[in-house]
């Protein structure tokens, strides 16, 4: 089919759809069913689990992972956006980061302690090619979208997201307490697994269909241009030298994303160990229902932010919703119960949502004019990733220590206070140095 025009109705719609595919696996794999079937695969007493030769707590050893596949992806992401602007086909790598994260979801129906390694491969697969394929979707916003257009479909992606892998977890909810003991609810939880991964690729189809190949045309892969990413990221670096504001805007955000995201893939295990639930039943629908809780309050999130920020800003917009983060972090270390923690869970989902869609948008907005969008966002995405990989190793780090997540919670109430104040540092307008 002919492309779309930028800013058409169809080409948003589509864009924005591929978030309602790949939600799912941020939903029930990253932050819902898989942590709690991980910790229901160890017994209460013995949170003990040995791999790579070493002993770890089990919730550090999937903190480590997590770091280490966010770092494959960060090296990954300026060779691969590299190719994909010279070649012109960003789509293919996008495909193929979708079948990988898919193919390790389906995988993760057989996870066991007993294959730990092979078990932990496929949870890679799942992480790397969900982040991967992120890489190459992000980078479409400037290409498919205007700038006044960008806030309003990034928050409508997200939104979609959230409502898509809502009904899935709902679904998957049905099938796990319709069992009567804990095996049975575990197969349930494996069957998830792969509802996930065949939702994704499914559901993906249709942004496949509608959303241009590319940029640049008629190129073909060589050895010269393996490492054009690396290239591309120096040329952005010194680009970003004499654009004040979006370097400062870049400083804040890896800041601030550092302790998000970190928040967002360790809150179930936080919640499974930390939390009072009483019994294994009670804290299975518990985390399900706090999970539920904030996707549901984040939709509302997303579009309250957008509204803030056409209003306000996007500068001081982020400044008050990391305030908000930063006060959960100290009211994190204090919860007990799952009273408090479904209050917690409420607050999270409000500006969950909101930061990340309004650091997108605000990101692209700030961008100065250029067709080479992917290497800006490959450079944005590697600085989220490096990030996480800082603000995992920490918090597993300290997890793994002291015994106690509550110490990494409120160390991440640094990292907050740090993006505030660089947050402030950010020109209103734009300045070349």
């Known amino acids: 089919m002919s492309e779309l025009k930028k800013g058409s109705k169809k080409l948003l719609n589509a864009w924005a759809f591929y978030d309602w595919a790949n939600s799912v696996y941020t939903l029930t794999i990253a932050s819902s069913i898989f942590p709690i079937f991980y910790s229901a695969l160890f017994l209460s007493e013995i949170k003990k689990v040995t791999a790579f030769n070493y002993e770890f707590k089990s919730t550090a050893l ?16 300026p060779i691969l956006s590299g190719i994909a602007d010279y070649v012109g086909n960003k789509k293919s790598f996008m495909k193929f980061f979708c079948y990988l994260g898919s193919a390790g979801c389906i995988g993760l129906y057989w996870f066991s302690l007993e294959h730990i390694h092979l078990s932990l491969l ?3 697969m799942g992480l790397i090619g969900y982040w991967g394929s992120l890489v190459f979707y992000n980078s479409y916003l400037p290409d498919i979208a205007f700038e006044e257009q960008q806030d309003k479909i990034s928050a409508k992606g997200f939104s979609m997201g959230y409502i898509g892998s809502v009904l899935l977890l709902v679904a998957n909810l049905a099938m796990v307490m319709s069992q009567d003991n804990g095996v049975d609810k575990i197969q349930m939880m494996r069957y998830s697994f792969i509802t996930v991964g065949i939702w994704w690729v499914l559901f993906s189809q249709y942004s496949f ?5 590319g940029v640049s045309k008629s190129h073909k892969v060589t050895k010269s241009v393996i490492f054009n990413g690396f290239k591309e990221l120096l040329g952005v670096w010194q680009e970003l030298k004499l654009n004040l504001r979006l370097k400062r805007y870049l400083y804040a955000f890896f800041v601030f994303s550092m302790a998000v995201q970190t928040i967002m893939l360790v809150a179930v295990y936080f919640g499974e160990e930390e939390i009072n639930w009483g019994t294994d039943e009670a804290k299975t629908t518990g985390l399900i229902v706090s999970i539920l809780v904030i996707q549901v309050v984040a939709i509302l999130g997303a579009f309250l932010t957008s509204s803030a920020s056409s209003k306000f800003g996007n500068i001081k917009t982020l400044i008050v919703i990391n305030m908000i983060w930063m006060c959960l972090c100290f009211y994190g270390y204090f919860i007990e119960t799952p009273t408090q923690f479904y209050i917690t869970a409420s607050l999270v989902g409000l500006v969950m949502g909101g930061i990340q869609s309004l650091a997108r948008s ?10 080479d969008t992917t290497s800006y966002f490959s450079f944005y995405d590697v600085a989220e990733k490096i990030g996480i990989v800082i603000g995992m190793l920490i918090y597993g780090f300290i997890d793994q220590i002291t015994g106690s997540m509550r110490n990494s919670i409120l160390f991440l109430f640094v990292f907050f206070l740090v993006g505030i104040i660089l947050l402030f540092r950010v020109p209103r307008l734009e300045t070349k140095n």
Do not use: G, Q, R, W
């Not at 269909?209 to 190949?213: G, Q």
């Open 62 to 77: 999937i903190t480590f992972v997590t770091a280490f596949t966010f770092m494959v992806v960060a090296i990954l992401s």
């Open 122 to 124: 496929f949870y890679f």
């Open 209 to 213: 269909y509608i959303l241009p190949k």
């Open 362 to 371: 605000t990101y692209s907005k700030f961008l100065p004019e250029t067709k």
